[in-house]
């Protein structure tokens, strides 16, 4: 099998919910600011700490999402800015589209949804861990549920493309 690689982008409805969920960290920080320098908010350093979150989570969260999707014979590579992960590809996976169901009652355990897209550990009522690597929205969520068990949703910017390779 030759290499496949697909881009993996942001899409229009969660650039609204990265700037919306923005939007709040400012205005939250600003307050703390203003509490502060009043003197209604005794902690010194809750101010700088929300500023440094502001700062560094948002990056954080931006260079551990996937740029590419590399596919070869063996793996399956994320390629992010800050690492790469690796997905080994086993005979007993299954590569399919998320269904409505999948996803009911989804709870993030760990990691970040809002920000850039989903990253993180999540729940669902008949998934109880899925690693989320998505930066666009629901419909165009992959699954691949490994032969072991374990669940990685992706969003690859072209889905019909990434899922007719594995058919």
């Known amino acids: 099998m030759e290499r496949t690689i697909f881009t993996c982008s942001v899409d229009r409805e969660t650039w609204k919910m990265t700037g919306i ?4 960290l400012l205005f939250y920080t600003a307050f703390l600011w ?4 009043v003197g209604w908010f005794s902690l010194n350093i809750a101010p700088w700490l929300m500023t440094f979150l502001c700062i560094v989570v948002p990056i954080i ?11 070869s014979d063996d793996a399956i590579r994320l390629e992010c800015p800050f ?8 005979a ?4 399919r589209r998320v269904r409505d169901y999948d996803t009911q009652f989804l709870v993030r355990k760990c990691g970040s949804n ?9 729940g669902s009522k008949r998934w109880p861990r899925m690693h989320f690597y998505t ?3 629901q419909k165009d969520w992959i ?13 690859p910017d072209d889905s019909e493309a990434f899922l007719r390779i594995f058919s």
């Open 114 to 122: 809002g920000v850039f897209g989903n990253w993180g550990l999540f």
């Open 21 to 24: 969920m923005f939007f709040f």
């Open 34 to 37: 203003m509490l502060h320098s």
């Open 83 to 90: 690492r790469t992960k690796v997905i080994p590809r086993d």
């Open 143 to 155: 699954m691949l549920r490994m032969g072991d068990g374990k669940i990685y949703i992706l969003s």
């Open 92 to 95: 007993g996976m299954e590569v």
């Open 61 to 71: 969260i931006y260079g551990i999402q996937p740029r590419r999707l590399v596919i």
């Open 135 to 137: 930066k666009r929205g």
